[in-house]
């Protein structure tokens, strides 16, 4: 369930971050780095709902997961992860495990057959850390083999919303039984959690087959909303939009009964409505006006990202050596425009320090290896082709590029890639420090910059931070 963080008070927003990132951060620590790109919003909300179930006080948190930054690693901190955190992290290791499994036995495309060997160990071990929680994995295994049972059987229920229930409910059980035994694991009562889990697990399932119709459709692979209608059109999306509204109340109920603050009520019901709606809508509307409409918004929040990408790599590059400025404008430009929130989450010197450091060590770095590389690779280059035109003038085949042959290729042309963009960049801001120091430059300066360490520009009508968003 996202979280629209740029519209939440300082404290919420707050909150949401530090979970979103601790699990992010305890994924990394538990399941490897790599593990970390299949972080799932429904997971991150779980480890909220525990946190404050459990009324943990997050103050007492490890230093690095109160962090909001990536590059501040969690293995720093000798102390131990947060159980709500541990929790959603082995949680979401799992999903994707089951989500892996199921794809797999849908299509067995290339992709999913390479993300079960690469996440093989993590998955396993996900499994066994659910298992000393108390969960039990012999009944998520025995769902997830009924959801293919059903997906492929020849009788289905004759009324369409009771089909759609039918397919969902393997989902809906999972989940269920996830929320329970964390509820279970900090010493709240699991049925009301295992409830608010099933109806959770049954939206989330119909929302995502309401949105993948016509995708299904053209790769032939398995919908609920396409098996339990015999023709999809705008009334049958309609339909099954007012299904979701309804199951979306029942939650809302649901959330009311729960043993939380009221305040967080509040808002767990409104993220809920504002996220289906959302997403009802997007999968209720034409698809060439919603494109038309996401593309120019896209290019609005590029545009503004720019702009705040200048500013942050102008404020960090003041009053520094030229020869240091440049590599570190170019990685400091970068690194907003992937992570625009970056300049509002670096409010801590030892922070600064470390980002404006991996700047000026990771350029250098790339542009040694670059210039060690070359030269092994046009030898190589030019030594493919030379044998190319010989054994082509013999009409024999050559031999093919090894494995590691490639992968130098690969490498050298990805670095040599990143220095060329690096040194255009800093080419055409070369004169950054003279900009971030002149007033008149358009860009904050050190006397008109109030918002700390936002370090983007106001433009006179709102905050700092509408630019962010």
């Known amino acids: 369930m996202i979280n629209n963080a740029c ?26 780095q790599t ?19 459990s009324k943990e006080d997050t103050s007492n948190w490890p230093e690095s997961f109160q962090s909001f930054l990536c590059i501040t690693p969690s293995s720093w901190d000798t102390g131990a992860i947060p159980f709500p955190l ?26 999913w057959r390479m993300v079960q060997r690469w996440f093989n160990a993590d998955f396993r ?12 994995m012999d009944e998520i295994w025995q769902w997830i083999a009924l959801q293919q049972h059903r997906e492929h059987a020849a009788i289905i229920p004759d009324d369409p919303t009771e089909a759609l229930r039918y397919f969902a409910e393997p989902t809906a059980r999972i989940t269920a039984s996830i929320f329970s035994q964390g509820a279970r694991a900090i010493g709240e009562d699991p049925e009301k959690l295992y409830q608010f889990g099933y109806q959770m697990g049954e939206l989330i399932y119909l929302l995502d087959a309401l949105e993948d119709v016509a995708q299904d459709a053209r790769k032939k692979q398995f919908n609920a909303v396409q098996r339990a209608y015999s023709y999809v059109d ?8 007012d299904h979701i509204h309804g199951l979306t109340q029942k939650i809302k109920i649901t959330i009311n009964q729960l043993p939380i603050p009221e305040v967080q009520k509040t808002d767990y019901r409104q993220r809920f409505s504002t996220n289906v709606m959302v997403r009802v809508s997007n999968a209720l509307e034409d698809e060439k006006p919603y494109f038309q409409t996401l593309q120019k918004n896209v290019v609005a929040r590029l545009g503004l990202r720019a702009l705040s990408a200048k500013s942050f790599a102008q404020r960090v590059t003041r009053d520094i050596p030229a020869w240091i400025a440049l590599p570190k404008y170019a990685f400091a430009y970068t690194a907003v425009m992937i992570a625009p929130n970056l300049p509002q989450e670096l409010t801590r010197s030892s922070e600064q320090d470390l980002i404006s450091n991996t700047a000026f060590l990771s350029i250098l770095t790339g542009f040694i290896a670059t210039f060690l590389l070359w030269p092994r690779l046009l030898r190589l280059i030019r030594t493919y082709k ?15 590029m090894t494995t590691s042959e490639w992968f130098l290729l690969i490498i050298s042309i990805l670095l040599a890639g ?4 690096a040194l255009c960049i800093g080419a055409i801001c070369k004169d950054c420090n003279d900009s971030a120091q002149d007033p008149n430059s358009g860009c904050c300066s050190s006397s008109s910059s109030s918002q700390g360490s936002s370090g983007s520009c106001d433009s006179g009508s709102g905050s700092s931070s509408d630019n962010q968003c």
């Open 386 to 400: 030379s044998e190319f035109r010989r054994l082509k003038k013999e009409k024999k085949k050559g031999k093919k």
């Open 7 to 32: 519209n939440k008070q300082d404290a919420a927003r707050e909150q949401y971050r530090m979970h979103y990132c601790g699990t992010c951060k305890a994924i990394g620590k538990r399941y490897g």
């Open 234 to 241: 705008k009334t049958v999306k309609k339909s099954i939009a």
């Open 86 to 111: 541990q929790y959603a992290a082995s949680a979401n290791v799992l999903l994707l495990a089951l989500k892996t499994d199921d794809n797999l036995k849908d299509s067995a495309a290339p992709v």
């Open 125 to 136: 071990k996900a499994e066994k850390d659910m298992l000393q929680f108390g969960v039990n």
């Open 35 to 53: 593990a970390r790109i299949a972080l799932n919003y429904d997971t991150v909300f779980l480890a909220e709902l525990l946190t404050t179930l």
């Open 418 to 421: 990143i220095c060329v963009i």
